[in-house]
């Protein structure tokens, strides 16, 4: 059964690579043979180097804007002139916008949301992964054609992909209603499309050997004022949010040979929270 999750010589592309998922993501498939390719905006070689030293695999990293379809194309390039083959991509990188206060609006707050950040965190989030899936998944599915050697593709939507956020959870006291903090249009609005981006390619791709599918995490505690997390651990049956290395099991059984018939589902992972 250890063969199913077997990763050994697999390459993955990992954007958002930099982050705190990014990186958990990342060491699981090296955990397991695997070679991490984590991209993103920023630098990313300090953890490639820790990866590569941990577990013994050639994990490396680059810095790519995936909003730049020619240097998405590049990232392809130099991926293919270094290991010859492609096997996982993981769409992973998304903004995650600083609720903020400015004079008398928070711009948090749909009335207030600037259409120059609606732009930006969809073109991470959505444009970002549609990209990355034309030109990774394009190949992957030629690969097959040519050698029969399949592909995955991950999406990483959220628990705010399948129930809207309840802002109830983020107001402050003694704040106006009209500077209350809320989550983000666009964190909702791309998880979601992340969603039907995975339907829509898990279908178009079902007889070209690239498997399509999506988790939807629920919130992962990371240092955040004890007060906001109460109230969310309130909403979930668990009763506690989640460790960031709590996702590494889905990941590896949607990337791996585990879930070989799996195609286009939306796998939630959120305590419960979607089941009350």
Not at 62 to 84: C, E, G, H, K, M
Not at 97 to 120: C, D, H, I, Y
Not at 210 to 215: D, G, L, S, T
Request: glycine share 8%; hydrophobic share 45%.
């Amino acid at each position: 059964m250890t063969d199913l999750f077997d990763l050994i010589g697999r390459v993955a592309v990992i954007t958002g690579g930099a982050g705190l998922l990014g990186v958990k993501h990342a060491e699981v498939i090296a955990a397991h043979g695997g070679i991490p390719v984590l991209v993103d905006i920023v630098s990313a070689c300090a953890a490639a180097l820790d990866l590569a030293d941990r577990y013994h695999v050639p994990a490396c990293a680059y810095q790519t804007d995936i909003t730049d379809p020619a240097a998405v194309r590049s990232l392809l390039d130099n991926v293919l002139a270094r290991f010859n083959r492609l096997d996982i991509l993981i769409n992973n990188a998304a903004n995650n916008p600083k609720v903020e206060k400015t004079g008398t609006e928070n711009f948090s707050r749909f009335e207030n949301f600037p259409l120059e950040q609606w732009l930006a965190d969809l073109s991470v989030g959505l444009t970002g992964a549609y990209l990355c899936s034309q030109v990774f998944g394009s190949y992957m599915a030629r690969q097959f054609q040519q050698c029969g050697r399949r592909g995955v593709i991950l999406n990483i939507a959220s628990d705010l992909a399948v129930i809207a956020p309840d802002q109830r959870i983020y107001r402050q006291p003694d704040v106006p209603d009209h500077l209350q903090p809320v989550k983000p249009v666009t964190y909702s609005v791309v998880k979601t499309g992340l969603v039907g981006l995975t339907r829509y390619l898990a279908t178009y791709w079902a007889d070209s050997g690239v498997r399509v599918n999506a988790i939807s995490p629920g919130g992962i505690y990371n240092g955040q004022p004890e007060a906001f997390v109460q109230k969310l651990a309130n909403l979930i049956p668990m009763g506690r949010m989640a460790h960031a290395d709590e996702y590494q099991g889905a990941v590896l059984f949607l990337v791996s040979d585990a879930s070989s018939y799996m195609m286009g589902h939306n796998l939630v992972i959120d305590g419960g929270r979607t089941a009350w």
